[in-house]
């Protein structure tokens, strides 16, 4: 149980890292932290996170842009 705790906030720590460097906006502190990260674990978490948000970000627009022509 403490383990599906500690994965589950580490997987939104990547999810708020990601959408930080959407955004451009994210601290030295942060910076540090996520680069810790990556030497310990690499960045396939943040690759595949990355492109999901991305798939998202892209449908909703394709969406809007639809409903906006029609």
């Not at 930080?20 to 994210?26: E, I, N």
């Not at 540090?32 to 909703?60: A, H």
């Amino acid at each position: 149980m403490i383990k599906l705790i500690k994965v589950l906030k580490s997987f939104l720590k990547i999810i708020q890292s990601v959408l930080a460097s959407f955004f451009g906006v994210q601290g030295n502190n942060k910076y540090n932290e996520d680069n810790d990260y990556l030497e310990k674990n690499g960045f396939t978490p943040f690759l595949i996170v990355g492109i999901f948000l991305v798939i998202i970000f892209l449908s909703s627009l394709f969406f809007i842009v639809g409903m906006i022509l029609k």
